[in-house]
């Protein structure tokens, strides 16, 4: 499926998120309505500019 988050697709971080956001959906803890592509781009688009040592946010 195409959406403007691909370049996260191939990383460590989306197989992290995406697994997270399965087990959640199973377990009927979250509904998702928006494709998962687009909400575990979104998540991995901002963990991304974030400086996760530090806990300073990058500019965007």
């Known amino acids: 499926?195409?959406?403007?988050?691909?370049?996260?697709e191939t990383s460590e971080l989306w197989d992290v998120v995406k697994s997270s956001i399965e087990d959640l959906v199973e377990?009927?803890?979250i509904?998702?309505?928006?494709?998962?592509?687009?909400v575990v781009g979104y998540?991995?688009?901002?963990?991304?500019?974030?400086?996760?040592?530090s806990g300073e946010k990058s500019p965007k």
Not at 31 to 38: F, R, V
Not at 43 to 53: A, E, L, P, W
């Open 43 to 53: 998540i991995c688009k901002n963990i991304s500019s974030t400086d996760i040592s």
């Open 31 to 38: 509904e998702l309505s928006t494709p998962i592509e687009y």
């Open 27 to 29: 377990n009927n803890d």
């Open 1 to 8: 499926m195409k959406h403007p988050y691909q370049e996260y």
